[in-house]
């Protein structure tokens, strides 16, 4: 039973320490992903902050900085309250075992005394011959020699809990310095948090005082955004049409064989959803991006989101309506299609390339394409490359169910 025992404890052991890492290394990878995305957004605020005009980019950039330094923190007390659980239980473990290692000593030191006292080969020997039969001077051999290799399995269970107690404690001792040195990460990131909260209060005040000039540049942005959504719904509501077309040539000769067979002529769908869906193809493709709602790859492979879709406010009187998604990025880095589909087309309007995939009756725009590797008609994969970001690395990305507006944060894979 004691045997058991032991290996029961040493099993409890090393399976805490299996999934403990297991769920701190994917807190580590976190809170590495925060770091990464943090320091591509100090890259942005250094670029911004040497221009004396505060710019709405600025403001956008901080807060993005504030949210991530707030996730970091975030990340930091699950890491510290994992720790706190699992430094209890290692010093649980830790008593449990020197508990356990001091009753095989004391068990141990027994046998060893008894064996001490009984040790000379004329006592053994005396010991079998005083049997009643030979049957148990055999049984009384069988005895020693198994008292004599339980001896040694105990001596072995020793060093093994002995060993076990020592990588107990070195684990207990790493634990409390990570603590350590994530109490001190934590103090840093509150201190810098706090100094972007600051700065982000400056900078709106800035931007309030300069409410004239700030309007008319949301104005312009405005206007810019509106030639693109007008092209991109243009574009969509020619891929209905053509859609439609189709499915009523198909349906005239539906219809006409019906009347040839003297059938009834099938019912003629008539909603845009449904015409976007006539085909086996595009209502499968439909079904299988609605079925990925919430796991959709993001556009980049690295990036930041700097604006989400919503009523932004700026300062007491300034507010703009957002669409789509903002995502800050690497210059140069890859824009990937979010699902499989084809390119309907790539549109440039005031100096901002975008491109439009279509996706069964949903389609996907990705907009300040530096460079562009794909052509219309073409077919696109999952996470297939179409371009580049430019230099200012700041993409946009748009879903649509037909000419409704989709929010992003439904359909792509949490941040």
């Keep these: 039973m004691k045997k058991f025992r032991i290996i029961f404890i040493l099993f409890l052991v090393f399976s805490g320490i299996q999934s403990f890492a297991q769920t701190r290394s994917e807190l580590e990878k976190k809170r590495a992903e925060l770091n990464r995305?943090?320091?591509?957004?100090?890259?942005?605020?250094?670029k911004t902050s040497s221009d004396k005009k505060v710019t709405l980019k600025q403001l956008n950039a901080l807060r993005a900085q504030i949210r991530l330094r707030q996730s970091k923190i975030n990340t930091i007390n699950s890491e510290i309250r994992l720790l706190d659980g699992q430094i209890n239980e290692n010093v649980n473990q830790v008593r449990s075992l020197q508990s356990q290692l001091k009753q095989l000593k004391d068990d141990y030191a027994a046998m060893i005394r008894f064996a001490q006292k009984n040790q000379g080969s004329y006592s053994k020997l005396m010991y079998i011959f005083a049997a009643k039969d030979f049957n148990q001077a055999y049984k009384r051999m069988k005895?020693?020699?198994?008292?004599?290799?339980?001896?040694?399995?105990?001596?072995?269970?020793?060093?093994?809990?002995?060993?076990?107690?020592?990588?107990?404690?070195?684990?207990?001792?790493?634990?409390?310095?990570?603590?350590?040195?994530?109490?001190?990460?934590?103090?840093?990131?509150k201190t810098t948090l706090g100094t972007a909260q600051n700065k982000q209060i400056k900078v709106v005040s800035?931007?309030?005082?300069?409410?004239?000039?700030?309007?008319?540049?949301?104005?312009?942005?405005?206007?810019?955004?509106?030639?693109?959504?007008?092209?991109?719904?243009?574009?969509i509501k020619r891929e209905i049409e053509l859609a439609r077309k189709q499915a009523e040539e198909e349906a005239r000769a539906a219809a006409a064989k019906a009347r040839a067979?003297?059938?009834?002529?099938?019912?003629?769908?008539?909603?845009?959803?449904?015409?976007?869906?006539?085909?086996?193809?595009?209502?499968?493709?439909?079904?299988?991006?609605?079925?990925?709602?919430?796991?959709?790859?993001?556009?980049?492979?690295?990036?930041?989101?700097?604006?989400?879709?919503?009523?932004?406010?700026?300062?007491?009187?300034?507010?703009?309506?957002?669409?789509?998604?903002?995502?800050?990025?690497?210059?140069?880095?890859?824009?990937?299609?979010?699902?499989?589909?084809?390119?309907?087309?790539?549109?440039?309007?005031?100096?901002?390339?975008?491109?439009?995939?279509?996706?069964?009756?949903?389609?996907?725009?990705?907009?300040?394409?530096?460079t562009v590797s794909v052509s219309v008609g073409q077919k696109v994969s999952t996470k297939q490359s179409l371009g580049t970001a430019d230099g200012q690395a700041e993409i946009e990305f748009h879903i649509y169910k037909s000419t409704q507006e989709q929010d992003p944060k439904s359909w792509l894979a949490p941040e």
């Design 261 to 370: 067979e003297g059938r009834e002529a099938p019912a003629v769908k008539s909603n845009s959803g449904s015409i976007l869906n006539s085909t086996p193809e595009a209502a499968k493709l439909s079904a299988d991006f609605v079925s990925n709602r919430g796991k959709l790859p993001w556009p980049v492979a690295n990036g930041v989101v700097t604006e989400y879709a919503g009523i932004q406010k700026i300062g007491n009187n300034v507010t703009r309506e957002v669409t789509g998604w903002t995502i800050k990025t690497n210059p140069g880095a890859s824009i990937r299609s979010v699902f499989e589909g084809q390119v309907t087309r790539i549109v440039n309007i005031s100096g901002f390339t975008t491109v439009l995939i279509k996706h069964g009756e949903f389609f996907t725009a990705y907009k300040n394409l530096g």
């Design 37 to 46: 995305d943090i320091e591509m957004i100090n890259n942005t605020l250094s």
């Design 206 to 235: 800035s931007l309030t005082s300069q409410e004239r000039k700030l309007k008319q540049d949301l104005a312009q942005k405005q206007r810019d955004a509106q030639k693109l959504n007008a092209a991109i719904r243009q574009a």
């Design 143 to 189: 005895y020693l020699q198994q008292f004599g290799e339980y001896r040694q399995k105990q001596a072995r269970y020793i060093e093994g809990t002995q060993t076990s107690l020592k990588n107990k404690i070195t684990q207990l001792s790493k634990n409390k310095q990570d603590k350590d040195h994530l109490l001190v990460d934590q103090e840093k990131e």
